[in-house]
């Protein structure tokens, strides 16, 4: 099992949908979480981060988390074309000393306009 | 302006030789790190710095070398040891109180044929 799970996409949504977008991770005593847009050919951008149960809102973005079942997910609302990317979750496992992230592999999403 | 530069943003090498890749800060953040991502997969850690003179393996450090000299650079040198040094490079930097958040600098696309 992987640490931190997602899935690979594509996830297709039509302008102004919601995308929702889910992980999930291995490490039950993970603290810290965080979604990364990645653009084609460019570096990750921090967009959201979480550390407590519940949703926690930035402009048209929630972020998720569900720590009893180890899920993490982040919604979209209003869909733009502008936010076709790869987007990367990001889990910081308790065991880990140095402050280190684990990332999925990503999930591809394609908005059409 | 505050950020994090990579330096160059293409890099073409033969076979056999050594290359470095530049990382530059200037936010003030104590941890450094150093990602490869391979084509449709996640960022896999080679190397971290939390502080001035230290620095630790990743998951991928095998090949791979760096120093930490100063605060705000994080050269990491490809060796011809690495079989597979092909990838897109990325640094990412994170303030101590706030390590899991990293941000990211720009890349580096290093291409050995």
């Known amino acids: 099992q992987k640490e931190v799970e997602q899935n690979s996409g594509p996830l297709s949504v039509p302008e102004g949908a919601i995308a929702s977008l889910n992980c999930t991770y291995s490490?039950?005593?993970?603290?810290?979480f965080f979604w990364y847009r990645q653009y084609s050919g460019k570096s990750p951008e921090l967009i959201m981060f979480?550390?407590?149960?519940g949703d926690k809102e930035d402009g048209r973005f929630t972020a998720q988390l569900n720590k009893a079942s180890q899920y993490v997910s982040l919604l979209i609302r209003d869909s733009q074309p502008s936010d076709s990317a790869t987007y990367l979750c990001?889990?910081?496992?308790?065991?880990?000393?140095?402050?280190?992230?684990?990332f999925g592999a990503g999930t591809i999403l394609r908005v059409k306009s | 302006d505050g950020g994090i530069t990579q330096s160059p943003k293409y890099l073409f090498r033969k076979e056999g030789q050594n290359v470095t890749l530049s990382c530059e800060q200037n936010?003030?953040?104590?941890?450094m790190y150093w990602y490869r991502q391979d084509p449709g997969q996640g960022l896999r850690l080679i190397y971290y710095?939390?502080?001035?003179?230290?620095?630790q393996k990743g998951d991928i450090a095998e090949g791979y070398s760096v120093s930490r000299e100063k605060k705000e650079s994080f050269p990491l040198t490809v060796t011809s040891a690495q079989k597979n040094p092909t990838a897109f490079y990325l640094c990412?930097?994170?303030?101590?109180?706030?390590?899991?958040?990293?941000?990211f600098g720009p890349g580096t696309r290093l291409t050995v044929t």
């Open positions: 990001a889990v910081n496992p308790v065991r880990e000393y140095g402050n280190k992230l684990v």
């Open positions: 490490d039950r005593g993970s603290q810290s």
């Open positions: 979480i550390y407590s149960n």
């Open positions: 936010l003030n953040h104590d941890a």
């Open positions: 710095s939390q502080i001035v003179n230290d620095f």
């Open positions: 990412a930097s994170a303030t101590s109180g706030r390590s899991y958040e990293q941000y």
